[in-house]
């Protein structure tokens, strides 16, 4: 994350303010709370589902119409992430489980008044998930596509400079924004499904 938003400085990346989590640091439930309550658009990019980080009874009671847009890139799963949440299910029950689903993460955030929602259907790999969120970012921010066109680009394989593949793998060249390559399409790039508006675009 912090090298797509070194990529995207120029289009005012270097602006947003956030939290960078580590294996040392996670940052708490009311930073995020206050995170979210003052923003216009939200990016989540994290180990397991984002509602386990953010239970859906605070999310529900939050007012959250001034966030057109939000970027769920969750579902990254390793190891160790995989026997945390694992151990954390088994005091839940059933009702709370199901509310941290995709859908019903999609459904929350509209009702608190997100205009706009991209998540994670599936778990993926790290790799996986940096593809995603560049090319994503690359289409929003430097080729200036609506919310739509951009994440219908990764369904066709198209992958900015900062989005693409390793150069052992198709490789994109030129200037930011400048130069998109076709790359191999693969079931993962159907894994981030757009709820709401398709026709955002981010000034």
Not at 9 to 33: C, I, N, Y
Not at 87 to 107: F, I, W, Y
Not at 112 to 138: E, K
């Amino acid at each position: 994350m912090k090298v797509t938003l070194d990529d995207h400085s120029q289009q005012g990346a270097s602006l947003w303010d956030g939290f960078m989590g580590s294996s040392r640091h996670t940052p708490s439930l009311a930073q995020v709370e206050q995170l979210l309550a003052g923003c216009s658009g939200f990016i989540y990019l994290g180990t397991e589902r984002f509602m386990a980080n953010v239970p859906p009874v605070k999310l529900a009671a939050m007012d959250l119409s001034e966030c057109h847009l939000a970027l769920i890139f969750d579902l990254l799963q390793n190891r160790a992430s995989a026997a945390r949440q694992s151990n954390l299910d088994l005091q839940k029950s059933a009702g709370r489980l199901a509310l941290e689903g995709p859908v019903e993460t999609a459904l929350l955030l509209s009702l608190c008044g997100v205009r706009c929602v991209a998540l994670h259907q599936w778990h993926s790999s790290p790799r996986t998930h940096a593809l995603n969120v560049a090319a994503l970012l690359d289409g929003l921010l430097a080729a200036g596509l609506s919310s739509g066109q951009a994440l219908h680009s990764l369904r066709k394989g198209d992958r900015g400079p900062s989005g693409a593949p390793p150069s052992n793998e198709s490789t994109a060249s030129g200037s930011l924004g400048g130069v998109y390559q076709k790359a191999d399409v693969s079931w993962s790039s159907f894994n981030c499904i757009l709820y709401g508006i398709p026709n955002l675009v981010i000034e």
